[in-house]
């Protein structure tokens, strides 16, 4: 859950909020239900979602999600997983007891080990995931960065560290105001690594 999580966070701290439920999600569909990681990522979901629909200033719906949320959350450590998980409750209380509490006060920093994560403290395997997160997200083609991953993955196999797949995948990450652009980039060398690979394949049929 590592990569999951730490991407969440991270997407979450630079304003994805929407975004960061996806990578907890497939993680969390996966967990037995009632565990302490089912409810701590059931928990962080809803509190996302607070957090996105306080622009629809739907006080009632928030209050719930709020209310949710919190109970998702009692009774884990102050810290779980390394997340400051009672500044969350604590919010999510805030909210619960006053929805309009959220156009008073700012959401909470999620942090990692005490440290607020963002997406430039992230190594590969959760770059790769919000990567992954942010295409969808943004409508780029997904299969496009599914396959950067996994040539990514390979080079990494290969002891290739400086592959252009790792680089683009992390830049898309890091650097939303250029996305389109290394999109663009990352789909072309998509193309020619497919073609190379193809290419060479069709020498031993």
Do not use: C
Not at 3 to 20: C, D, K, M, P
Not at 45 to 53: D, S
Not at 64 to 77: H, I
Not at 111 to 138: I, K, Y
């Amino acid at each position: 859950m590592d990569a999951s999580l730490r991407a969440g966070v991270a997407i979450y701290n630079a304003g994805e909020f929407h975004a960061a439920h996806d990578a907890w999600e497939d993680h969390w569909l996966d967990l037995e239900r009632d565990t302490d990681d089912e409810r701590f990522l059931h928990g962080l979901i809803q509190f996302t979602a607070v957090v996105h629909h306080t622009a629809d200033a739907n006080w009632t719906g928030i209050r719930g999600l709020a209310e949710s949320a919190a109970e998702y959350l009692a009774g884990l450590p102050d810290e779980y997983r390394g997340v400051n998980v009672e500044t969350v409750r604590s919010y999510l209380r805030g909210v619960r007891d006053d929805p309009e509490h959220v156009e008073r006060t700012a959401p909470p920093q999620l942090t990692s080990d005490g440290t607020v994560l963002r997406p430039e403290n992230l190594g590969f395997d959760a770059s790769a995931v919000a990567a992954l997160v942010l295409a969808e997200e943004f409508g780029y083609d997904e299969p496009t960065f599914e396959r950067a991953v996994e040539f990514a993955r390979a080079d990494l196999d290969a002891g290739d560290e400086g592959s252009r797949f790792i680089t683009f995948l992390m830049d898309f990450v890091r650097q939303p105001e250029n996305r389109a652009l290394i999109a663009q980039r990352l789909g072309q060398h998509v193309e020619k690594r497919e073609f190379r690979e193809a290419d060479v394949s069709d020498l031993f049929e």
